[in-house]
């Protein structure tokens, strides 16, 4: 579970930070860098598996932009920062497993990451003018004292049920798991110290010159605190929910049995679910249906078996009892049913993250979504059990209408504002959280109160259909 995310020089997140809690809706108009969020966080996720440069340019390719990653650093003018810092908190499970089956357990599960990139210069050195080499400039893991935890975990939660079940540490060390320091040399170093916290000098690595971070390079319970850091991210996903991908039909046996980031096997996976159900009383495909229905009127959803083709389809009852497959609906309606599923998946844990999830839903139904979204997230009141999974999601979203569904302990406002000590003038990103929630503390200055809100809660300008009195 992400907790806190800060960010400094990536893109137009400066002197950036937010803290997160089971369910995040951040709203803003377009075009102000919403999704630059997302982007900080996607990053983060890649490096947990690929190289630093090959994260990079998944991102920019991710946006539709070229190969130029200068861009994923803060631009002033014409020129770029040579240097962003990204930072995240988060919980992670306590007992790891590693590429070779293996199981261990951290030491410590709430943890603080930070990374500092950084652009080479030696453009003589460089054989591709279109993309700028990077670097590691330093990278620490360290742990938060559960002492600490209460005031570091401030969204609303059971300390009992849930800070206390998911919060542990067994680590006393006051070195952290990852550090950076500098040789004789001048150059920076990884340090990679014991998980058990025995001192020694710890195991050595250039900074400058590797190409993944040390997180993405663990992979064996030497280090299960580390790997437990490379798990959770592995488990933050940026959902872009395809139609061309949930309308496709499903192999037998040949495709995973879990619905993919861009919303493809979808029947794999309700099949899965209603295959694995805890008891016959225990009907996954009812409960989903039921929730579609608030959306459009359906009876039923089931999963259609051909052995001959061995093909897998998801097919839907309307309440006339005509029978046809979910690829025939809409594309807001396939997105829901995704979503739905998901919801039900016990092994769909993690962050997720949802552009606009509005689109497609007629305001009437905006309701269910709203529910829909927020059922996603874990319950922190509540224990962990298998109908209550560490799940969270953040949403970004543009609509006033879904807005107004929201709870305002989950609302972030997303506004641009001018950068001061800068010239040229420069814009950057901004979220405010409202008034009396628990993000704003009696004398915050900038929590929005009902009147910095109005863009959201009255009707347009230029409106020209009004109820009549």
């Not at 899965?272 to 959306?295: F, K, N, Q, T």
Request: hydrophobic letters at 40%; glycine letters at 6%.
């Amino acid at each position: 579970m992400l907790t806190r995310l800060e960010a400094d020089g990536f893109k137009n997140l400066v002197g950036f930070s937010v803290e997160f809690g089971p369910c995040t809706c951040i709203a803003g108009p377009n075009g102000i860098g919403k999704s630059n969020i997302f982007d900080a966080i996607h990053f983060l996720s890649l490096l947990a598996d690929r190289s630093i440069l090959e994260a990079a340019l998944h991102v920019r390719a991710r946006t539709g932009d070229s190969a130029r990653i200068d861009d994923l650093f803060f631009r002033s003018g014409d020129s770029h920062r040579d240097t962003f810092r990204l930072a995240a908190e988060m919980l992670v499970d306590r007992e790891v497993r590693d590429d070779f089956a293996r199981t261990s357990e951290a030491t410590s599960t709430f943890l603080r990451y930070e990374i500092e990139i950084g652009r080479r210069t030696d453009h003589a050195e460089r054989t591709d003018p279109f993309i700028s080499d990077m670097e590691l400039r330093s990278e620490s893991l360290s742990l938060i004292r559960q002492g600490d935890a209460g005031k570091r975990l401030r969204f609303p939660h059971s300390k009992a049920k849930f800070r206390d079940a998911v919060v542990k540490n067994r680590r006393f060390a006051k070195s952290g798991y990852i550090s950076t320091e500098w040789s004789q040399d001048g150059e920076p170093e990884i340090v990679i110290h014991q998980d058990g916290g025995a001192r020694g000098p710890g195991q050595r690595a250039a900074a400058r010159t590797a190409p993944k971070t040390i997180v993405g390079t663990t992979n064996s319970i030497a280090t299960p605190t580390i790997l437990a850091a490379r798990r959770e991210m592995q488990k933050w996903r940026l959902l872009s929910l395809e139609p061309s991908a949930m309308r496709q039909p499903d192999r037998i046996r040949r495709d995973p049995p879990f619905v993919s980031d861009n919303g493809r096997y979808l029947a794999s996976a309700l099949d899965r679910l209603v295959r694995m159900r805890s008891s016959p009383d225990d009907d996954v495909a009812a409960r989903i249906s039921a929730r579609l229905a608030e959306l459009v009127p359906i009876t039923g959803v089931d999963v259609m078996r051909d052995d001959v083709r061995e093909l897998l389809t998801l097919s839907i009852t309307e309440a006339s009892g005509q029978q046809f497959p979910a690829s025939a609906v809409s594309d807001g309606t396939l997105r829901f049913l995704a979503l739905a599923v998901l919801a039900e998946d016990p092994e769909a844990r993690g962050l997720l993250c949802i552009e606009e999830p509005e689109n497609g839903v007629h305001p009437d139904r905006l309701k269910a979504m709203a529910r829909l979204v927020r059922d996603l997230a874990v319950d922190a009141d509540d224990s962990l059990e298998d109908g209550n999974v560490m799940r969270q999601v953040i949403v970004a979203t543009h609509s006033p209408y879904f807005l107004q569904l929201q709870d305002p302990d989950d609302v972030l406002i997303a506004k641009e504002v001018s950068l001061s000590g800068v010239q040229p003038a420069s814009r950057v990103l901004r979220c405010y959280s409202l008034a009396k929630t628990w993000r704003s503390s009696a004398d915050d200055q900038r929590a929005l109160g009902p009147l910095m809100m109005l863009e959201y809660l009255q009707p347009p300008e230029g409106v020209r259909l009004r109820m009549a009195f």
